[in-house]
């Protein structure tokens, strides 16, 4: 379907004016945490890294770093292992009910997050589990599975079959043709699955408020200081780390997402 050139134009703007609206809030977060003022506003008072050096004293916000990372890492490993399996079992093999299972490791992605948070607060309560890292991760492991299961699905789809068939008829077992064969071609789906999922767990915060109790990752934390109205120089110049931070690991993700298809489409 070939657009006229009226309706490029307007599709061009329109695509322009959603990027601005959704990302100017943004870009104004890095902005205002070089003020030399407490408060968010223009023009700047002038530029200063005061707000940038203060983090470094601050053990609470060391703290809560630390916890997110804990979190993170362990969702990201976890999510992925579960990924791999969920994404062999869905592209690799027919059984009853397949395509509701599908759909429900995908589910988490459209019910309302605090739905979910607050489910799991009951069960985990409960089930007599007290509110910990623990629960922060088995809260991140839904939502990250699905996103897990998502690129490694496409990287199963990418390669022969035939490949781990020949293994096996050259008498490797199954767990052999797994660690030298499919984990080998699936590398850098694995990789970007690991980053996206750690990413993910890093900036999510309805599921760690909820679940954290005494041990407060860093969106909880960020939370907790917006409360004070001296504290929000410092929120700026932590928020403008974690944008940065965030962004790095989407781009290395999807560069390995696309390495991936490039080595996938070259493979005769």
Same mark, same amino acid.
């Given at each position: 379907?070939?657009?006229?050139?009226?309706?490029?134009? +307007?599709?061009?703007?329109?695509?322009? =004016?959603?990027?601005?609206?959704?990302?100017?809030?943004?870009?104004?977060?890095?902005?205002?945490?070089?003020?030399?003022?407490?408060?968010?506003?223009?023009?700047?008072?002038?530029?200063?890294?005061?707000?940038?050096?203060?983090?470094?004293?601050? %053990?609470?916000?060391?703290?809560?770093?630390?916890?997110?990372?804990?979190?993170?890492?362990?969702?990201?490993?976890?999510?992925?292992?579960?990924?791999?399996?969920?994404?062999?079992?869905?592209?690799?093999?027919?059984?009853?009910?397949?395509?509701?299972?599908?759909?429900?490791?995908?589910?988490?992605?459209?019910?309302?997050?605090?739905?979910?948070?607050?489910?799991?607060?009951?069960?985990?309560?409960?089930?007599?589990?007290? +509110?910990?890292?623990?629960?922060? =991760?088995?809260?991140?492991?839904?939502?990250?599975?699905?996103?897990?299961?998502?690129?490694?699905?496409?990287?199963?789809?990418?390669?022969?079959?035939?490949?781990?068939?020949?293994?096996?008829? +050259?008498?490797? %077992?199954?767990?052999?043709?797994?660690?030298?064969?499919?984990?080998?071609?699936?590398?850098?789906?694995?990789?970007?699955?690991?980053?996206?999922?750690?990413?993910?767990?890093?900036?999510?915060?309805?599921?760690?408020?909820?679940?954290?109790?005494?041990?407060?990752?860093?969106?909880?934390?960020?939370?907790?200081?917006?409360?004070?109205?001296?504290?929000?120089?410092?929120? +700026?110049?932590?928020?403008?780390?974690?944008?940065?931070?965030?962004?790095?690991?989407?781009?290395?993700?999807?560069?390995?997402?696309?390495?991936?298809?490039?080595?996938?489409?070259?493979?005769?």
């Amino acid at each position: 379907m070939r657009f006229l050139p009226t309706s490029r134009r +307007l599709l061009s703007s329109y695509v322009i =004016i959603y990027v601005a609206i959704l990302y100017f809030p943004v870009l104004l977060l890095p902005v205002f945490s070089f003020n030399d003022s407490a408060t968010p506003k223009l023009p700047l008072v002038g530029l200063t890294f005061k707000w940038y050096e203060s983090l470094a004293g601050n %053990t609470a916000m060391h703290g809560a770093a630390w916890n997110s990372l804990i979190v993170g890492v362990s969702a990201a490993f976890l999510s992925t292992v579960l990924g791999i399996c969920a994404a062999r079992a869905i592209t690799r093999h027919r059984f009853r009910g397949k395509a509701a299972a599908g759909s429900l490791i995908m589910a988490p992605l459209i019910l309302p997050e605090i739905i979910i948070a607050i489910s799991l607060l009951v069960v985990l309560l409960g089930l007599g589990m007290q +509110l910990s890292l623990i629960t922060v =991760i088995l809260g991140h492991l839904l939502i990250c599975v699905p996103y897990s299961v998502t690129v490694l699905i496409s990287g199963f789809e990418g390669f022969d079959p035939s490949m781990e068939e020949a293994s096996r008829d +050259l008498g490797e %077992t199954a767990f052999g043709t797994l660690r030298r064969v499919t984990l080998p071609m699936l590398m850098p789906s694995i990789v970007s699955s690991l980053l996206v999922t750690f990413t993910i767990s890093l900036d999510e915060f309805i599921l760690a408020f909820f679940l954290s109790g005494a041990e407060p990752t860093l969106p909880v934390y960020i939370w907790g200081q917006l409360r004070f109205a001296a504290k929000l120089p410092n929120v +700026l110049a932590l928020g403008s780390i974690l944008i940065a931070a965030s962004l790095v690991l989407l781009t290395a993700a999807e560069m390995f997402r696309r390495r991936a298809e490039r080595k996938m489409a070259v493979r005769p």
